[in-house]
């Protein structure tokens, strides 16, 4: 597993983190496929995705700003390091954008940053989305690359969101740090994490400390739903702290892990059953035991899945009632490309 780099200062408690604003009057800024506007990326003039994400000088990004991404297809041949407190989203009432590239770290946001409404695919990456704190809402992560991670989350709120690595040695979601002056906690709440190796892969070294909250959440590995190991040196731990979530397999090594055993605290165990995962329809079928599992009191006020659909109560879905407990994706991947 990749350690997280810290960039931008070594990761602490997620107390310690917020979306802070500079004192500069905050700004949004505009990205669209092909686009190749100067800054400040105004409307009528967008930018492309690098320069509206990342771009210096007069103009440039600062702490506050929130850029707005039109949709279409950004073909991004390099990481994305996004080095202010901002909020990345997809244009509001169109389809969601859609990034696509390759680069060991695809898109990291280095400082707490809120993204939503998008869609990432990391075609050759070890790493696909890489957050230190701030919020990921309804954003969908592939990893096409052999033994990559599509997500790695640390001091993150993570909502109605999919982090998928079918590939031979992928894991959906990823958290390692390996010093004592690190440490990371982070929540998930109705998201559903696919991959080959593991769901979820956690591993604290050297007395770093990780910790998930996690929540109506759907966690399932080929190999294994649930890693999670230190090298039992002191002060290291990995807590996995679940609820009303999907998973049975897991692996464990060295001291100071705690995770909470499959089946309790309303946990499935029966593995999902998704509509067609290999071809990445993620929708649950008929007949899936995580169908009506959820626990509707951990829900934020307003909340709304992948599909925009209010988790509010009981739904309907292909005849039998449910309670919207897991998100209802609806991702279709041919020849690299997600389809709505």
């Given at each position: ?131 230190e704190g701030g919020t ?156 009506g599992a959820g626990d ?45």
């Amino acid at each position: 597993m990749g350690r997280a780099r810290g960039l931008f200062g070594v990761l602490v408690g997620v107390g310690a983190l917020g979306l802070g604003v500079s004192g500069a009057l905050a700004d949004t800024r505009y990205a669209a496929p092909g686009a190749s506007g100067a800054q400040p990326c105004a409307q009528s003039a967008p930018c492309s995705l690098s320069t509206a994400l990342t771009g210096t000088g007069s103009g440039g990004v600062k702490d506050g700003d929130t850029i707005v991404l039109a949709p279409g297809t950004y073909h991004q041949g390099s990481g994305l390091l996004v080095g202010h407190r901002v909020t990345i989203e997809g244009q509001p009432g169109a389809a969601r954008p859609l990034i696509v590239g390759g680069a060991a770290f695809f898109l990291e946001t280095g400082l707490p940053a809120d993204l939503h409404d998008v869609r990432i695919i990391a075609t050759d990456s070890s790493n696909g989305l890489v957050m230190e704190g701030g919020t990921a809402e309804r954003v969908f992560v592939a990893n096409e690359s052999s033994g990559g991670a599509a997500c790695l989350f640390y001091n993150a709120t993570v909502r109605d969101s999919v982090c998928w690595a079918l590939v031979a040695g992928g894991k959906a979601i990823v958290a390692s740090l390996d010093a004592s002056s690190q440490s990371a906690a982070t929540t998930l709440r109705n998201v559903t994490a696919v991959g080959d190796a593991a769901g979820l892969a956690a591993q604290a070294d050297n007395g770093a400390k990780i910790r998930f909250d996690i929540a109506n959440t759907i966690l399932s590995g080929a190999t294994h739903d649930l890693v999670a190991g230190t090298d039992s040196s002191s002060g290291s731990s990995v807590t996995l702290a679940l609820g009303h979530s999907a998973y049975a397999t897991q692996a464990t090594s060295g001291t100071g892990v705690v995770v909470t055993a499959p089946g309790t605290n309303g946990g499935v165990t029966a593995p999902p059953l998704f509509a067609d995962p290999a071809g990445g329809d993620l929708h649950e079928a008929p007949g899936s035991p995580t169908i009506g599992a959820g626990d509707l009191s951990v829900l934020a006020p307003g909340e709304l899945d992948f599909d925009l659909t209010p988790r509010s109560g009981p739904l309907i879905c292909n005849g039998p009632d449910i309670r919207n407990a897991y998100p209802a994706q609806y991702f279709r991947l041919v020849t690299g490309v997600v389809e709505a």
